[in-house]
């Protein structure tokens, strides 16, 4: 119940994110095509004209900046919006000057708990904040984003601003993309605006055939497949949550029910006299009916006592901090709690008083046949391991996957390689920091960029008549300086790599090659920058997604040429290499907090969802296992029970231990393997269907299937031989002394 309790209260928790908004229900979110949430800024103002029933709508993107107040130095998250950003989500002013607006591009508004970081409790309308090199003027303070919402920002400014760049450039066509809410009137029809929303792009070549749709804001925070710069639930996490939650308490309540009618032999005599005694049917039914609601209110009190001391340990496998007192004391918590309650109180005692209060006491005297259905009850000891195999055969095959895209060669070197992040005036020195950093010996290569791989920063696709009037679709770039193809260790398999003297070039990848089918490069171009050469295929996307086209342009094509990365490769001490880096930023740009993360630990970073799947599903493999024995030890129970006599002549006529052990252990071991019969083409299937979020995957080998199921028979057997040994070393007197 104590596991019940914490899965039931952050599934609780979960489903109520997004739920404190007023507006809440009349919120939509604009999408393009299935999975993709950025739109161009002028659909703004077309949806404005030509939308009936769209009160209001708002832009923004959201990105950390570098800020600088009183000769120190952070960084922070900004969302660049517009004024109906606080209307559509009901932020409240706390202090505004006197036209809080962020029209202007150089206002800015905080959060409350920001502003009290930087000013304490004073009012800072007025005052001036550093953000990426520019002076902000403070035009107001707004209540911070409620903790269950998908916002998470620190400070507003005006789109103008925007910290989280995004450009779409098709052929001639540049658009600056960003993410879009409506707030609807509640008496529109929602098919109607998504009628009149859908094709509103298709004077665009860029987004010719793309069509807009309305999500609801209810859905938004549960769509993990659309990036958006918000916070969002791991679906999968919840939906495998609430499936386990069901089964434990399935599994709870068999063992429940198992335990009480095998324990209903030792109280046949306590029956009996009181069916002598005149108690009829009914009385000893609600006796037992009482008794499972008794002993389930003492198991809830100590639940909950036990969930508040394990909390701390789920919360890290869930990734959410899961507050048990605090979220008890709500009406919905306290509902659900009472509901598992009677649920588990009400159906563990309701089967068992139904059998044992149906036994008369002719049949106690004559010690005829009773408490049978134990077909039944092994038939569920067999789901029970069904579910346990399921659960063995998913950690193993997770656990699998995980090592394979951990250790998959992804094309570059990304041993001793570091990531450093540039933000602020260190954009702009970035030049004088790398030759700083490759006077030093230990430093192998340093080289700058605008993006790197697994975070794209561009995006371009257009038509190429040379190529049979092909069309590239979302190719990626990365703006490299010359040493990039050195700092990542690439192969080049055509042509030459850009120098420090050119102008206008780009590398393009193998895949995008292929696909071009150029027989030569010679004279080519990609979008107006001329290939120079080709390198060969590597991940610059994690291993959700395949390998698509690639184009690696020098920065000073990309416009000012802002690198957002220094790739250093290291050798020698890591320790002092770090702290010749951190010394080199810091002369270079004094007082600017040093970001900087190794790529293997980063890369690993991608798939921290499916690692809090594995140690959920580790931890509540565990918990099924324990269950499943417990299941066992009932039924084991019941049957020697049953054979006690069976036993006791055996015994007398000189069977051994041992033959004893075999007799009581074949039964179990036969619903282990059917068991492992259905689990295993259930277990096959799951796993089938969870490797389709990966593009590049593992094989579904047959030895985990044979572990996952040598593992749940050799549990099996362990527990049934304990207590099947207790009974076949029992002396036979006792059992037939009153034949």
């Known amino acids: 119940m104590a596991v019940i309790i914490i899965l039931s209260l952050f599934i609780i928790g979960e489903k109520s994110v997004n739920k404190s908004f007023p507006n809440a229900k009349d919120i939509y979110r604009v999408k393009r095509g299935e999975n993709v949430a950025s739109v161009p800024e002028t659909l703004l103002t077309d949806v404005k004209e030509k939308v009936p029933g769209v009160e209001k709508m708002c832009v923004y993107s959201i990105g950390e900046a570098l800020y600088e107040f009183e000769d120190n130095k952070a960084m922070a998250r900004f969302m660049a919006t517009n004024d109906n950003f606080l209307d559509i989500f009901s932020f409240e002013f706390v202090h505004q000057s006197a036209n809080p607006t962020l029209l202007v591009k ?226 919905q918590t306290l509902l659900t709690i009472m509901v598992i309650f009677l649920i588990i109180g009400m159906v563990s005692g309701f089967y068992p008083a139904l059998i044992v209060s149906g036994i008369s006491p002719i049949q106690i005297i004559n010690h005829q046949k009773i408490l049978k259905s134990g077909n039944n009850r092994t038939g569920i000891i067999t789901i029970q391991f069904i579910f346990t195999i399921i659960l063995v055969t998913s950690l193993l095959f997770i656990n699998q996957q995980l090592k394979y895209v951990k250790n998959k060669n992804l094309g570059f070197d990304k041993e001793l390689l570091i990531k450093l992040h540039l933000n602020g005036n260190s954009q702009k020195k970035w030049k004088v920091l790398k030759n700083k950093l490759i006077a030093n010996p230990s430093i192998v290569s340093a080289s700058a960029s605008l993006g790197t791989p697994m975070e794209i920063l561009g995006v371009s696709e257009g038509n190429f008549k040379d190529s049979g009037d092909k069309t590239v679709v979302d190719m990626q770039v990365i703006g490299i300086d010359e040493d990039f193809v050195k700092a990542f260790d690439l192969t080049l398999l055509e042509g030459r790599n850009i120098s420090s003297s050119d102008s206008n070039v780009c590398l393009i990848n193998e895949h995008l090659h292929n696909f071009l089918e150029w027989n030569d490069i010679v004279g080519k171009k990609v979008f107006g920058s001329a290939v120079i050469g080709v390198v060969k295929d590597f991940h610059h996307l994690n291993l959700h997604s395949e390998i698509g086209h690639l184009q690696l342009s020098n920065l000073s094509s990309l416009g000012p040429g802002i690198p957002s990365s220094l790739n250093i490769r290291i050798s020698g001490n890591i320790s002092q290499n770090l702290e010749f880096i951190r010394k080199t930023f810091n002369e270079v740009e004094p007082g600017t907090p040093v970001q900087y993360q190794f790529y293997d630990d980063w890369i ?93 995957k593992t094989e579904l080998s047959w030895w985990i299937f044979v572990l996952a199921g040598v593992l749940a028979l050799g549990i099996a057997l362990l527990t049934v031989s304990w207590q099947s040994w207790k009974a076949a070393t029992r002396n036979p007197v006792e059992a037939l002394r009153y034949e």
């Open 106 to 331: 150089d206002n800015i508004i905080l959060t409350k708990q920001f502003s009290e970081q930087l000013f304490g409790a004073i009012n800072p309308v007025g005052e001036m904040l550093e953000v990426n090199n520019e002076m902000l003027n403070i035009v107001g303070v707004v209540t911070d984003p409620p903790q269950n919402s998908s916002f998470v920002f620190d400070a507003l400014t005006s789109v103008e601003m925007t910290f989280s760049k995004s450009e779409l450039v098709h052929n001639e066509e540049r658009h600056n993309m960003l993410k879009a809410f409506v707030l609807l009137n509640d008496k529109v029809d929602i098919e109607t605006v998504n009628d009149n929303i859908s094709g509103m792009l298709d004077h665009w070549q860029a987004f010719k055939n793309q069509k807009l749709s309305l999500q609801p804001f209810s859905k938004v925070y549960f769509d993990n497949r659309t990036d958006d710069d918000l916070i969002h639930a791991n679906a999968d996490m919840i939906y495998l949550l609430s499936c386990i939650a069901v089964i434990i308490l399935f599994m709870t309540i068999f063992n429940y029910v198992n335990l009480t009618i095998s324990s209903g032999y030792e109280r046949l005599n306590e029956i009996g006299i009181k069916k002598a005694t005149g108690a009829g049917r009914m009385n000893i039914f609600k006796q037992f009916i009482i008794e499972s609601l008794f002993l389930c209110l003492f198991a809830l009190i100590l639940a909950i006592f036990i969930a508040t001391l394990i909390a701390p340990l789920f919360s890290e496998i869930l990734g959410k901090r899961v507050e048990i007192m605090e979220l008890i004391l709500q009406p």
């Open 604 to 696: 690993q970073n991608f798939y921290q969802k499916e690692e809090s799947q594995a140690n959920a599903i580790k931890l509540f493999t565990a918990i099924a296992i324990i269950i499943s024995c417990l299941g066992l030890i009932g039924l084991v129970e019941n049957t020697t029970n049953k054979k006690v006599k069976e036993i006791g002549i055996r015994k007398v006529n000189g069977a051994k231990v041992w033959e004893v052990i075999t007799m009581l252990n074949k039964d179990f071991v036969k619903w282990v393997m059917l068991a492992f019969a259905i689990a295993t083409p259930v277990a096959w299937y799951f796993m089938n269907k969870w490797l389709e979020n990966f593009a590049y």
